[in-house]
């Protein structure tokens, strides 16, 4: 049962255009999102997020939005720049007994053009 | 800084060898995970720990055991490699609820 989806696996965008990224998720409790960016051979870097109780949260070139009534979110990165090429994966999580984990979703190869 | 760092970077395993996957955090972060990464696809929960002395199964636990006596340790251990194994595998560490997650760069297993 995948609670996080990515259902486009690859994006490309021209050079100072907008990117935009999209996940979805099933799990009504996840509380809070986070974005991740990630070149090959290194680990998964970590871009911005956002808590269930905003609907956008900003920074610098990136913003993320969430819908909860959809269960859905984007992330935004404008403008677009070749180093932004990478795989992104969106993640979520909730607090349950007591613990805490994140579930990721699959990616999305982002190739931005020069 | 070094954060979160993995020893092994590369590794091959014969079918029926075991090893461990090291993982150390130098931020003093409770919690700890393990994800693997097979090709094409997202990163799968291992195991997790919320602190010393604790740890607990995630989405694929089976072939893998951890075990978190002090709090910047987090091995994993493979006892008996099969091919399904074949991975890269991620430790990460978080602050705790609501703090986001700090990888290692991974360690690349092939087992034949």
């Known amino acids: 049962d995948q609670q996080v989806k990515q259902n486009s696996p690859s994006l490309s965008v021209q050079e100072g255009r907008i990117s935009i990224l999209n996940c979805d998720y099933t799990?009504?409790?996840?509380?809070?999102f986070l974005w991740y960016k990630k070149y090959p051979a290194e680990g998964p870097t970590f871009l911005i997020s956002?808590?269930?109780?905003?609907d956008k949260n900003e920074d610098g070139r990136f913003t993320v939005f969430l819908n909860k009534s959809a269960k859905h979110l984007s992330l935004h990165i404008v403008p677009s720049q070749p180093g932004d090429s990478a795989v992104y994966f969106c993640?979520?999580?909730?607090?349950?007994?007591?613990?805490?984990?994140?579930?990721f979703g699959t990616g999305t190869r982002l190739k931005v053009l020069a | 800084n070094a954060g979160v760092t993995q020893t092994p970077k590369f590794r091959i395993l014969k079918i029926g060898q075991s090893m461990t996957l090291q993982c150390t955090q130098d931020?003093?972060?409770?919690?700890m995970y393990w994800y693997r990464q097979d090709p094409g696809m997202g990163l799968k929960l291992i195991y997790y720990?919320?602190?010393?002395?604790?740890?607990d199964k995630g989405e694929v636990p089976n072939g893998y055991n951890v075990s978190r006596s002090t709090t910047e340790d987090f091995p994993l251990r493979l006892e008996l490699a099969a091919p399904s194994q074949t991975s890269v595998y991620f430790c990460?560490?978080?602050?705790?609820?609501?703090?986001?997650?700090?990888f290692g760069n991974g360690t690349r297993l092939t087992v034949t």
């Open positions: 931020m003093n972060h409770n919690y």
């Open positions: 956002i808590s269930s109780i905003k």
């Open positions: 990460a560490s978080s602050l705790g609820y609501n703090s986001p997650l700090h």
């Open positions: 993640a979520a999580s909730a607090r349950t007994s007591g613990t805490y984990k994140y579930i």
């Open positions: 720990s919320v602190g010393a002395g604790i740890t």
């Open positions: 799990n009504s409790m996840f509380d809070y």
